[in-house]
Structure formats: structure tokens, C-alpha cells
């Protein structure tokens, strides 16, 4: 009898605790069993017209951050400006090449009019210096003959004073003395003008060429100024041109590859949720290439009666439970109403349609929740998977009366458990011999 009461008693405390053990988390939080691990699409489209790569990724593979993988490439393509770039380049490259070929022969011809200059100034003081020593000792001779027209005309005075010579020999002695002073003069004048003219030389002027008062070398180095001057400022202009021509190219190349065909550089690690284009068929611009996803950006959807509105916000934890998967941790980042519009962004799942009203609430997964409910296998990051989400109830006299709920369903699964074990003890003593 004792046993048979005993048993019954132990059923009832281990319906109670079954009981408080199914109910206690409804008691104690709010919990929604209609919610889906979601994530934001990021949808790739074509910009051009072309074919689709043939390696372009099916879905589950993933993106490297960093990766560049090819997407579209355009069968023709238009390379008229291009070819004009490049023809203008190398004509300017070709004129600034033969501008600087001709500013190197007028500086060697330069090089070479300045040595003749040289050659002809030194010539030229050297001719004038054995001029003005010629001028020089005909001079001294010039007055050395002057000297002796007085002798001579001192002489044929006294001669004449005695009666001994005739007047007209005192007159052809006068007149050699003023021939031989005009004489010594002429060349007292040109050793005056040869001094002139050979410091007129040493100062670089040349007084013996008519108009002219440098020499024709000086002239033709005076020409060549000018035409490096204006070759110099053609190189310069040509490679300015050369400098825009070569941007303008590079900027066309570059503009040539995007028109060409379509890279995709992932920024982060991304996984392919969709393909929608086939590899090798035609393209057109706008038309969707891949959907992908962030593992590292998961959140779950979650549907919740609107009475619950006033108690939820941002930033509050709440406690995910996949079905058949791992537990995580959760904050709630947003909550919208029940007549709130749906969110234009593309998400990758879809939420479990509910009948009655509901609020929509999105609770964002840490960066790791991916690889926990994958554990590292390919598994599309868990999106689309059913979870169970456990928000905690407000503060006040019903957060009060659950807690107090809870102790006792936690006392009523520690009885339970101590008659569980009771019973074992006694079984297993009865099955002893």
C-alpha cells in the first residue's frame, strides 16, 4: 500500500516539475518560436553588356575579402579613343625627341662659333698689336728722319750764310724737314687709332668692319640664342603635352578594362547566396549577377505579439536557441510596429508568416555566430534556420511573481530529481539477489 502511494506521489511531482519545466521560461521571459536566422543581401549587377565569365561562383562559395574575381567581359570593344591617345602620345614623344636632337646640335654648333669667336678676337688683338709695333718703330723712324731734315736744313742754312749754295737748296731742305714732321705725324695718328681699335678688341668690339661691330661668329651666336629659346620652349610644351597625353591614355586604358569587362573585389568575406546569371550566357546592364551574404553580420527575425511593443528596445539582450543547434547571444537593435512598412532591403530569408498581428524584431548575432551553428562545415552560415528567441520580462510585480514562480518550478525539478533517484535506489535494490 505504503509503495503504491509512494509511486503515486512520485507521479505527481514529476508531472508538476515536467510541468514548471515546460512553462518557467514563458513564465520568467517573452518567447517567440517564429523567427529565422537572417542576413542583408548584397546584390551584384551587371553594368555593361557582354557574357557572363565562365567561372563565375555558384552558390556556397566564398569571397575572400580582398579577392577580385571576374563577372562579365564584353565581346567587342570600342578602342577608337584609345588608338587616338596613343597616336597623339608617340607624335609628341617624337617632336619633343627631334626638338631635343636639334638643341643639342645648336649647342654644339654654339660650342664650336664660340671657339671660332675666341680664336678670331685673339687674332684679331694679336694682328692689331704687331700693327701698332710696326706703327710704333716707323714712328720712331719718322722722327728720326725729321732729326735729320733739321741737321740737314741747319746745315744747307750755313752753307748758304757762306755763299756757297744757292737759295733753292735752303728751300728743298725745308721742305724734306716738313715732309719727314708730316710723316712722323701721320704715323703719331695711326699708332693712336691702332691703340684705339685694339682696346675696342680687348672690350669684344671689332671697329675695322664696316657697320658691324662684332664679328660674324658673335652674330651667328646671337641668332642661335634665339633658336634655342624658342626650341626650349617647344620641349617644354611638348612635354606638358607629353604628360597630359600619357594621363589622358592611362585614365582611357583604365576606363577601357571597366568598359571591357566587369570586376568584383570583396571588401570582406562574402558568400554566394545566389546565382541568378548562367556562366556564358549574355548579360545586360542592371540584370542581377550574385546575391551574397555576410556570415560576420547575421541577425534573427523575429515576430512577437504588439502588446509586447512598450517592453522591447534597443540593446537589450535576448537568448537565441536554434532547434537542433547551439545557443547564442543576442541584442535587440531594432523593433517596428505591426503597421510599419516592410523593409525595402533584400534579405536572404524569409520570416514564418504568422495569422494575428505581430511586431517585427531584429536581433543582431555576434561576428562568430556563423562558425558556432556551422561548426566550420558548409552550411550557408545557418541562414534560413528556425530559432527559438527568449526575451526577459519587464521589471515590476509580474517580473516579481515570475522569479517567484521560478524558484518554486526549480524546487519542484529538485524533488523531482531526488525522487527519480529514489525510485532507481529501490528498483536496483529489488533487482539485487
Known sequence: ???RRFHRVFLGVGLLGAAGYAFAPHLTNRVSTAAVINSEVIRIVAPLDGLAEETLP????????????????RLVAEDRELHRLAHDLTLVR?????????????????????????????????????????????HAGALAATALAEAELEHVRTLYAQRHVA????????????????????????????????????????????????????????RLVFER??????????????????????????????????????TGDLLVWERHATPGAPVK?????????????????????DLAYSA???????????????????????????????????????????????????VALPAEAAERITQGESGFCGIGRLAEVSFPAASGPLAEMAERVGALVSRLRETADWAAGLVVERLSARAAP
Not at 242 to 266: G, K, M
Open 58 to 73: 555558384g552558390p556556397g562559395t566564398v569571397l575572400r575579402g580582398g579577392e577580385t574575381r571576374p563577372l562579365v567581359r
Open 229 to 266: 629659346r624658342v626650341l626650349a620652349e617647344r620641349l617644354t610644351e611638348a612635354a606638358a603635352r607629353e604628360r597630359a597625353l600619357a594621363s589622358a591614355l592611362a585614365a582611357e586604358e583604365a576606363s577601357r578594362r571597366d568598359r571591357t569587362r566587369y570586376d568584383f573585389t570583396a
Open 94 to 138: 617624337a617632336q619633343a625627341e627631334a626638338a631635343r636632337r636639334s638643341l643639342e646640335a645648336l649647342e654644339a654648333q654654339d660650342g664650336a662659333l664660340a671657339d671660332r669667336a675666341r680664336l678670331h678676337g685673339e687674332a684679331a688683338r694679336a694682328r692689331l698689336a704687331a700693327e701698332l709695333a710696326e706703327a710704333r718703330a716707323e
Open 285 to 305: 546592364p542592371g540584370e542581377p549577377l550574385l546575391d551574397l551574404v555576410r556570415c560576420d553580420a547575421l541577425f534573427v527575425e523575429v515576430s512577437l505579439p
Open 312 to 362: 522591447l528596445a534597443p540593446g537589450q539582450p535576448a537568448a537565441v536557441k536554434l532547434r537542433g543547434g547551439p545557443d547564442l547571444d543576442g541584442t535587440v537593435r531594432s523593433v517596428r510596429g505591426a503597421g510599419a512598412r516592410n523593409r525595402t532591403t533584400l534579405l536572404a530569408a524569409a520570416r514564418p508568416a504568422e495569422d494575428r498581428v505581430q511586431l517585427t524584431v531584429e
Open 167 to 222: 737759295p733753292v737748296r735752303v728751300e728743298a731742305a725745308l721742305a724734306a724737314l716738313r715732309r719727314a714732321e708730316a710723316t712722323a705725324e701721320a704715323v703719331a695718328a695711326r699708332i693712336a687709332r691702332l691703340e684705339v681699335e685694339l682696346r675696342a678688341a680687348e672690350a669684344g668690339l671689332h671697329l675695322r668692319d664696316g657697320q658691324n661691330d662684332v664679328p660674324y661668329t658673335v652674330q651667328q651666336r646671337d
Open 1 to 3: 500500500m505504503l509503495t
